[in-house]
Structure formats: C-alpha cells, structure tokens
T-cell receptor, first 116, second 114 residues
C-alpha cells in the first residue's frame, strides 16, 4: 500500500526567505504525486502534480516541487515566501494501479507560518 | 467555470441520526470522490464514483454510503451517527480517472455530532 510522510508538523519562515515543505512517499510502481494547500475553513486547492517527465515541476502561485526518485521525495519549494502563503500544505500520492481510480493517500499535513 | 459546491456547509446532528451530504462537481467532470478530514486521522478516502458506479471504497464501516446521479452530482449518507463521525467532509471532482487529471475540491461540509 502506498503512503506519504510529511516529517514536519510546522515550518516557520520569514517573509522573503525560501520556503521548503518536505514530503517522502512509498508506492509500488510509478508514483503520481500532488501538492495541495488548505486555507482556514476552505477545501483543498491544487498546487501542482508530478506524473512523468521533468523532475522539477512548476505550479500555481510561484510554487515548484522537485521529484527525486532515488530519495523517494517530492519537496515543495518557493523561492520567496509571502505572508499569504501561511496555510496547511498536503502532499498526496495516487495509487498507480488503474483499478484504484482517483484515490489519493495524503500525508499528515505541514502548517506553514510566514512571518512579516 | 463554477467550482465544486457542497451543501450544506455546516450541519449539527445528534448521535443515532442519519445525514445526507451533497456534492455538485465542476461541469463536465464525471468522477466524484469523498474524503473525511479529522484532526486525529487526517485526510482519509471514503469512496469514488464515476459514471454512477462506485469505483473504489476506503476503509470505513458500512454506515457510510454514497451514490452518484446521471448528472454526476453525488450524495453521501452516514447512518446511525457516532460522535467520531464529526469531521470535515470534502468532495473532489475530476474530469476522468487518468493520472493526468487533477482533482478539484469543494469547500467541505462541517459535520458536528453531539
């Protein structure tokens, strides 16, 4: 069975500094990986995905993620964090088995706090 | 395009009652998935429907059920509510089931069981 780990419950960063949110995964077969962000009292908002191809994936709002197969990691990054990036971030993996459909397995989430 | 809508947004029920939550996917999307979000268990997959058929089901008791209509709208039902069912229930829609199709989430229904 697939699994996702987000080792940090919270990440604190000063506005303007680089932001990194870590994610490692375990899956049999080719991984399909996603990042979502959740603001208070809101649903999850899609940021980016890795299906195949370039290891550096660019997404919404200036976010990007680096896929590293050997380290089974998919870390989310932003070169210069904004206060408005403060939110809860989720990494997710999709089961590569076709029969599993769209089922996503999520990590526990990382709360990001960007201080002015 | 309008996003995924969920009704109601907030709900308070008593133990033993049943509840029905509704989800309207993005126009043209045929896949609808449901997730439960709690502080303790995080985000957990409940089930997915595609073209009115349940494709996949998570590890939840039979009290949790769902269905999808011909217009792709979906409902989930929880019978004999327990205190532990208090959660944010999220619905997600997708155009199809290929990995290239990302899922878009609604704002959720906050269910409180007292």
């Amino acid at each position: 069975a697939q699994s996702v780990a987000q080792p940090e419950d919270q990440v604190n960063v000063a506005e303007g500094n680089p932001l990194t949110v870590k994610c490692t995964y375990s899956v049999s077969g080719n991984p399909y990986l996603f990042w979502y962000v959740q603001y208070p009292n809101r649903g999850l908002q899609f940021l980016l995905k890795y299906i195949t191809g370039d290891n550096l994936v660019k997404g919404s709002y200036g976010f990007e993620a680096e896929f590293n197969k050997s380290q089974t990691s998919f870390h989310l990054k932003k070169p210069s964090a904004l206060v408005s990036d403060s939110a809860l971030y989720f990494c997710a993996v999709r089961d590569p088995i076709k029969a599993a459909g769209n089922k996503l397995t999520f990590g526990g989430g990382t709360r990001v706090l960007v201080k002015p | 395009k309008a996003g995924v809508t969920q009704t109601p947004r907030y709900l308070i029920k008593t133990r033993g009652q049943q509840v029905t939550l509704s989800c309207s996917p993005i126009s043209g999307h045929r896949s609808v998935s449901w997730y439960q979000q709690t502080p303790g268990q995080g985000l957990q997959f409940l089930f997915e429907y595609f073209s009115e058929t349940q494709r996949n089901k998570g590890n939840f008791p039979g009290r949790f059920s769902g269905r999808q209509f011909s217009n792709s709208r979906s409902e989930m039902n929880v019978s004999t509510l327990e205190l532990g069912d208090s959660a944010l229930y999220l619905c997600a829609s997708s155009f199809g089931t290929a990995p290239s199709y990302e899922q878009y989430f609604g704002p959720g229904t906050r269910l409180t069981v007292t």
